[in-house]
């Protein structure tokens, strides 16, 4: 028995001692290389699954998210963004893609897909089938990648990378209006097998090695994102401050809160003193100050919030900034200050609040009737740029959607509201307020003739109604007619602005930029009210055609009326000249079928002119009535709120502005070839004194026939009219192209520039300057100028959208 026993031992220890060797080896092996011994093909690289754990888990602020924006937040930042997949935050991410375009003309109105607000977890987006780009089943690291979508497109675009060189294959589709293509987890084989050059970043260069294997990385990890950050410290003071401000009981507060809301509901809000990337946005919510904020998902501000009470809240903005729809705003002790003696210390009565029914709601002039009228416009006024950029940038992510045919270019200027005009008159106004009515009352109408059979004739009897006071001014003479033209009294750049408005796209600059435009608009209290109510408050991306449609006609209305004030500051006997030069094509059939009273046309106003070339002798006249804040509009331009960093010798600064001006002077035809906007890296000796510029084509439309018409359905008599603007910083959303070239060869750079004829000098032109998608340079290129850009403008900058990005 002993001996049994002791051959029983001696084969018990070695059977622990073979199963502690055979844990030992599956321990080291990791539960990856388990997984990885099933059977079946696999959509997981093996070796991408053992670099999957490096040391220390993978950190997403500081790893993963700097990924995420340069090489996916570029094209998936905004409502545009292909599959509606927003990779700007983690709730983008978990909420997923859809199917379901946002741009697309629709006979009902679709419910909104705000991310933050239309939903509040992943299940309610998948009941509104939106799907995965996670995993979404078992939880380990083969599975977190395997039913990835976002993996399988990664990994598909390092399977088969794009070409380096030249233009990209017609294969792919880079339109803005090119047909989507959504593929889900069921179908990513079949999609891959169909378009192989279709991986993740699409039509982009490849990711690096480390750019990849973090993402990679991360995925695997399980794509966690850290909780999103409170308020910091110098924030929570003056959030507290700020709504009990705001949510004050009293009726003249209430009315006053209602009118800051439904002008600031966009901005990304930015208080004095706090962290430079630190913003927030005011919206009305279920919960008073001091519990969590629970926002009220209405379309429109001014939308009825419900019977329960609601409180104006301050929550902080989460997902990364992209420069479309990053619109500041700056609160401070001094601001609530100036509100209070705008709205609060004047002696009015507000005896009963008005209400949120739609035909009075969507009315500004009914709603804040009791609020002075010159302090509504003071507000507006202080801040103007704001407002402006607020419809032509905004977070509408295709300006053609929301806006008729407008000038490339255009100076925008105010009436002074200290002056006299019978616009600055709370009683005229409140006598037309029923013709001031806008459409976005009617919601989603199905009714296309309305904006004829109603509001052009409201807009007609205000028209009407304004010409029978204009035919009673006296006639001044040009230097004191100058006076009703707001010069920001001395100090506030906003008194004049500078409207770039590509086809899909757009920004706002200070001051007057660029050579004298074909037209500019000078802006009353009720226009630039109605503008703000029509295209930002009022506009819905998601509402039906006819909506979209009736918003685009009267923001023609308004486009005239603006144009109509500044024709008003010319000699009667050119004014109609003028103006018909401006009504071509487009404008013509907007003429014939919406005819405004013009007898004021030939109501003389002002005298003094001097030469035959008036409207240029006004822009002169402009330009010296603004001149006090023309410095500080450049600075702004070039350097944000903040003062310019150092600057390179004034020698070699001259020496390339000069360069540029041969760019600025080319027209017409041997523009055809270039991109709407494009960005200039000049490289200097020392890399951290490169200079940026910015060319911005301004094309003309004189005899497009369609609103609906791009660049392709343009004439040889627009083509000849167009112009180019060359500016010392980087303006716009959505760079077309990228340039890089030395300070030693500015000359030949700008001399090769303006002797382009044909498309093939431009593809010569690009050769030898220029950085194409297929460029191994691209990536290095966009970040330096996205760089570029957050130093210089450290709090109103943003990433730039690539989404439009030309393969020439």
Known sequence: MTGRHNISISKLVALVFFI???????????????????????????????????DSPVEFDQQVKPVLERRCVVCHGCYDAPCQLKLSSGEGVQRGASKELVYSPRITATPPTRLFIDAKSTAEWRSRDFFAILNEGDQNPKQNLEGSLLY?????????????????????TLGLDREQTCPTLDSVDQYAKEHPLWGMPYAMPNLSEQEYQTLVSWLAQGAQTPPAPGPSTAVLPQIERWENFLNRSFNKQRLVSRYLYEHLFHA???????????????????????????????????????????????????????????????????????????????????????????????????????????????????????????????????????????????????????????????????????????????????????????????????????????????????????????????????????????????????GLVGDAPETAWVVDYPLLERIHYLLVAGFNVYGNVVHQVNTRIYMDFLRMEGEDNFLAFLPADQRKDIRDSWYKGLRTGVEKFFKAPQDWLKVESVSGYKTADSQGELYRYIKNRVAAVAARADVINRCGIHDCPGQLPETDITLVDTAMEKIARMRGADLYAFPDVAFVRVRMDDPEQDLTYSLIRNKAYKNVTSFLADEHERDRTDIDSDTITVTKWLEGSYPNFFFSVALSEIDAFTQSCAAIRSFTDYEKFVDLYGIRRTDPAFWETADWFQDEYARNKPILSGLFDLNRYHNR
């Not at 990664?154 to 294969?171: A, E, F, I, N, S």
């Not at 309305?450 to 204009?470: E, P, V």
């Open 268 to 510: 990304h809000i930015h208080f004095v003193g706090s962290p430079m990337r630190e913003f927030y946005r005011l919206v009305r919510s279920t919960t008073p100050p001091g519990q969590a904020i629970n926002e009220i998902p209405t379309v429109r501000p001014y939308d009825d919030p419900g019977a329960a009470p609601f409180y104006y809240r301050l929550t902080r903005y989460q997902p990364s900034i992209v420069i479309k729809n990053h619109i500041v705003y700056e609160f401070s002790d001094q601001r609530m200050e100036h509100y209070r003696k705008l709205f609060l210390a004047p002696d009015f009565k507000v005896r009963e609040l008005p209400s949120y029914e739609p035909e009075i709601a969507s009315n500004p002039f009914k709603v804040f009737v009791d609020l002075p009228l010159k302090s509504r416009y003071r507000f507006l006024l202080d801040d103007a740029r704001f407002f402006i950029e607020g419809f032509i940038k905004g977070p509408v992510c295709r300006g053609q959607i929301a806006l008729s045919v407008i000038e490339d270019q255009f100076w925008v200027l105010f009436f002074d509201p200290d002056q006299e005009v019978f616009t600055n008159d709370a009683h005229f106004i409140g006598s037309v307020a029923d013709d001031l009515q806008l459409p976005a009352d009617r919601r989603s109408s199905l009714n296309p003739v309305s904006i004829w059979t109603d509001y052009w004739q409201r807009q007609r009897r205000y028209m009407a109604t304004k010409q029978t006071l204009f035919e009673k001014i006296n006639t001044h003479d040009i230097n004191h007619a100058l006076g009703y033209i707001w010069d920001g009294d001395g100090d506030n750049p906003n008194a004049s602005l500078t409207v770039f408005r590509p086809f899909d796209s757009g920004s706002v600059s200070y």
């Open 20 to 54: 502690a060797l055979l844990s030992a080896f599956l321990f080291y092996q990791s539960p990856i290389s388990l997984l990885s011994t099933q059977s079946g093909a696999s959509a997981v690289d093996e070796s991408e699954l053992l670099l999957a754990f490096p």
């Open 152 to 172: 399988r497109l990664l990994r598909l675009k390092q399977q088969h990378p794009q070409p380096r060189t030249d233009l990209l294959p017609d294969t792919f």
